[in-house]
């Protein structure tokens, strides 16, 4: 008569018992966690590639066709001054500004939320020690607020019924700053790949080593 799993164990031991593998719970290895971390990383950062693209390159620069050949104060690298605006806002009608705004509130504001959420995402990966992660992500998070902020001043700068010197120079310098911070988002995302590359082949070397005599 076959004996039951419980009294071969209490014959012979736990080890006569094989263990029960939990039904429909496969084992997340920390490869194959890092494999779903990369492919979630690949498809952001070319969702934020595509945003960039249809933002910066695409649209603002159609958006020119409609403007005189004038180009779009976010595009305007080292910033734009009254006399530009002045002549923008004569050459642009309602319909226009109406499509400027639209795309600011569509592509406008997603590129800065998914790139800033991409780089962040890369910092973490990378970068093991805390203070120097929180101090990379300030950068992208920065860069998010302040292209944001652009977005809202540069309609609004627009779209005045009397134009304002002042406004012209914060979404000037707005504008300015996002490019600034959009490169210095690029830089630290380098410097957290290389930090990471480094920890990875370090790492190995001081586990071979074994504790010191």
Do not use: C
């Not at 990379?136 to 779209?159: E, R, T």
């Amino acid at each position: 008569m076959a004996k039951t799993p419980a009294q071969r164990a209490a014959k012979h031991g736990e080890a006569a018992t094989p263990p029960i593998a939990a039904a429909g719970s496969p084992q997340r290895t920390p490869q194959k966690a890092q494999s779903n971390a990369n492919l979630l990383l690949i498809a952001g950062s070319v969702a934020a590639l595509f945003l960039f693209w249809y933002f910066h390159l695409l649209t603002l620069n159609q958006m020119s066709g409609i403007s005189g050949g004038l180009a779009m104060p976010d595009s305007m690298v080292l910033g734009f001054d009254v006399a530009h605006v002045e002549t923008l806002r004569a050459a642009m009608d309602d319909d226009a500004l109406g499509q400027l705004q639209f795309v600011h509130k569509t592509a406008g504001m997603l590129f800065p939320l998914v790139f800033a959420l991409i780089s962040m995402t890369v910092i973490a990966m990378n970068v093991a020690k805390r203070a120097i992660r929180r101090m990379l992500w300030i950068i992208p998070i920065v860069f998010a607020a302040i292209q944001l902020w652009a977005n809202v001043a540069i309609d609004n700068m627009l779209g005045a019924d009397v134009l304002d010197a002042g406004s012209v120079t914060l979404a000037s310098t707005l504008v300015v700053l996002s490019w600034l911070f959009l490169v210095l988002s690029l830089v630290a995302m380098g410097v957290s790949l290389f930090l990471g590359r480094r920890r990875r082949h370090t790492s190995p070397a001081d586990a071979g080593r074994g504790p010191a005599a």
